[in-house]
């Protein structure tokens, strides 16, 4: 059954399965839009520093993206309570175009006689300048994850948060794959054209969000809660995910954010997305370096990062099933697992296709670490609560993830070692899986073996009891 709609007068209207789809897949598109954006953006300014001679702030310009984007994480779900995501979202696209455009004067600037060819500061302030107003932007696509639940019922929230995420497929095919061809497209000016396909990116973002079928805006003078009177009793059966009998239990006074913090898993799932979004940027933002210095060359690390992007969305064909049948927090562990898994192909040798399959794998590591904690997010609050339970988590996932991309490269140039920089990453994401596995098992004894964060087959209960014995 679908679920409610709520609007001001908090109507239900049933969407046909196929008009829910198409919103998926056109959130889908403009993730892939707005996330490809961000890895057109990585060797762009990465290789575009590096030649200018400041490598110790190559991954400064996607740092001040992300940076500036948590706390515009924090007000976009309130802008958008009060004018609604289409509106929120194209506004969005806007700044992203600016600031990309921008971006593309700094290298135009030495092509256009403007600046001497051998000055590079006025190419460095305006791509790190010109980051800025995309940090609105990047903001905008993450809440993506949580503008689906609106198309998806609750069964199907776990599969519509991977359908959306698959959508990252075309940013690899229109991000990375994409710039190997628009680096040189406009002659003396290298990079320029890159920062162009940023601002094209955006253009399409908007488009694909021009024919998506939000829900209206709520007004500050509308009552937007909805009670456990106002569901049916197979309504009321499909809400049984952690945090739901709190949701409908307080349904007619909307909490504040310490509650919620305090009778939901709130801070536990930020926290593990936080840490799956910090493993996964730090590999995927520290590879160039050491396949330099094998000799690899930007194209190769171009391919390198395509294939990462592919490992990090396409399991979202799947990875929404695998949720449902084994439960959230034994599948983030698996994922968390991986990441080491794909680390341990760095150590092997330096060949090309050891670094092409592990960065692979530790995106495969990010979908599954990632995908289920995002999609519990939208399970522990009502409608009138979304917009500070959103802001909340990823106005802190989003200040994290911001603060690693800024301080990156100074961090890998202090710990001077790809192996050792390995090694660090390999042992947080070991203990993030423990973590996983011991929340889960203690909401499984809990409910007394009826929870569905374990799932009752053979395998799960195997992995269960291995997680039990790592954490004695």
Known sequence: MALPTWTSSTATTTRSRSNMLKNVLLLGGMWGMGLGAAFVQLPATQNLLIDAGYASISTAPLGVIMLGSAPCAVVIPKIITRYGEKKTFIAGAFFGIVGAIMQMFGPLTAAMGISAANDVTIQVVLVVIGAIPQAFMYASTNNLRFSVSQFSTPEFLPKATALVLLGGVLSA?????????????????????????????????????????????????????????????????????????????NATTERTLMQIIKETDLPLLTTFQCLSYNIMAMYMSQLKPPMAAAGYSVDSYTYALTAHMLGMFLPGLFSGQVINRFGTWLTTAVGFLLFPVGGAMFLINDSIAMFVVGITIVGIGWNFSFVGPSAEVSKIHSPAEQSKVVGFNDGIMLLTVGTFFVTASKIYIAVGSWNVFNYILIGLSVFSALLSLLRGLLIWRASGGDDNSFSGDSLAQSLLTAGSLCTL
Request: charged share 20%.
């Open 173 to 249: 095919l229109l991000g990375p794959l994409l710039s190997a061809a628009t680096r040189s497209m406009i002659p003396g000016a290298l990079y320029a054209g890159n920062f162009l396909q940023i601002a094209l990116m955006y253009v399409v973002f908007a488009t694909l969000a021009f024919f998506a079928d939000f829900k209206q805006p709520i007004s500050d003078t509308d009552d937007v809660r909805i009670g456990s009177d106002d569901l049916s009793l197979v309504e009321r059966q499909e809400r049984n995910a952690v945090g739901e009998s709190a949701m409908l239990d």
